[in-house]
């Protein structure tokens, strides 16, 4: 007798999420992110009291809460986005290269489940990294510098998409490259695609590759910001939402397709 | 019925060819023994027979069905040659996952857990990490899991690598009851001596091609012993 599809799903996930916790880097996680948490702090402690002396006079102003939350968040987000692609690099090859997953995908299982889990044990680490950094970052926003919640939760979505694509495409790739390789494209990739972003945030015209990777690629960048513009309202962003929406949801479904279809292909235990 | 089917299937790793037009069947509740030196396709049939990878000619079907079909795969235990386990799991762990896997749950499944830990001789080492047995110890656990929830078609590759000698007259006595419990098996192995006790039914592979098949006696010829006729088969003479 076969075993349900979720129950199978729901027992890969489990040691796909086990081999995560306990891979190498995560202590290396922790640290970088409760330092990462005392920066923070520091930066909305100064941005709480946003005023400017200019001439020996004070001058209120109010965006600067603002712009340090977009700034902080963004980067954060960025870096969950990337821990996602950094762990995703080997999660799937290594179990391939080890000889241990054969023998799992000897058994009633479809490659699509056990790759979906192995994305699924990534995305829950990073995920819940990025909750604990970005969720710690609001909280000191909402409190020190009275920007809302709600961009925040937006902003959160718009992470866990970009972490979605780059996870995908980082295990995608892992199948045909070593790992070294997949985390410096990973690394290339979020930061290529991140500095293009915020330059086409600031209206500046881009043509080329470097406007279509701005207006077709991975709004990796772009829906994060965009979704945090209302903390500096009323400063516009120039990008319309749903049309950025809609291309972060294509990018990652495409991105988990892509995965499946090539481990299908892929020849197992060579 | 046949368990498996393997009708006229090449190989090609790009420039190489691993298997020629091979064939054959393996009927329910037989067993067959594949021989053959490094590199004949021993392994690499049986990696097309599990769906790891797909025949460039031809077709393989297991109870009639294609092993890229998660369904073909259910009642299959699959012991490889180089077996790897994660070193992090306990044996019970990995034994209640692949038991999982195989379709068992709840009482049942701690019930065939138990089971084959007590077949293999492995019952006291249940609470021990993977990573710090031995490898007879290991290729225990593999026997173990192969048994989890009945089996009717077992395909072993090298399966007393690793043992010792009680271990390996072990082996011989589970692969036998797995045959009793009416289990068909599909065994690839360099040690003549075992295929000959295990199996109903030999193929010796050279090059990538049967190069001669059969039960013992229709390959063996007067006076030989199967090593004497493995080593007229594959050298030609």
Redo the contacts between chains.
Sequence with gaps: ???SAS??FR?LLG?AI??AV?RRIVPAIAVVSLMSMMMVDGCTTCAAAPTIVQNGVSVEVPEVAGWTGIVIFSVLALWTMVLAGVLASDHLAEVLG???A?????????RASFALARLGGVLVIALVTGMVLLGGTTTLLVLRNGVTLGPAIWGGLACALGATITASLAMSLSLYLPRIATVMVVLVGVGMIATVNAIGLFRVELGGVVGAIDRFGPPLGTSVAMALAPWIAPAEVPADPLEVSIRAAAWAVAGVALLVVVFRKQ???K | MNALEFSGVTKRFGERTALRRVSFTLPEGSSLGLLGPNGAGKTTALRLLLGFTSPTEGSVRLAGKSPGDPDSRVGIAYLPESLKLPARLTVRRLLQLHGTLAGLAGAELEREVDESLELTGIADRARDRIGGLSKGLTQRVGFAQAFLGKPRLMFLDEPTSGLDPIGVREARDWIGLARDRGCSVLMSSHILSEVERVCDRIAIMNHGEIAASGDLAEIVQSGETLEDAFVRVVSGS
């Design positions: 007798m076969r075993a129950r199978v027992a040691e086990h081999d306990r080890d000889g241990t054969p023998l799992v995908l000897s058994r009633p299982v479809s020849d197992i235990g």
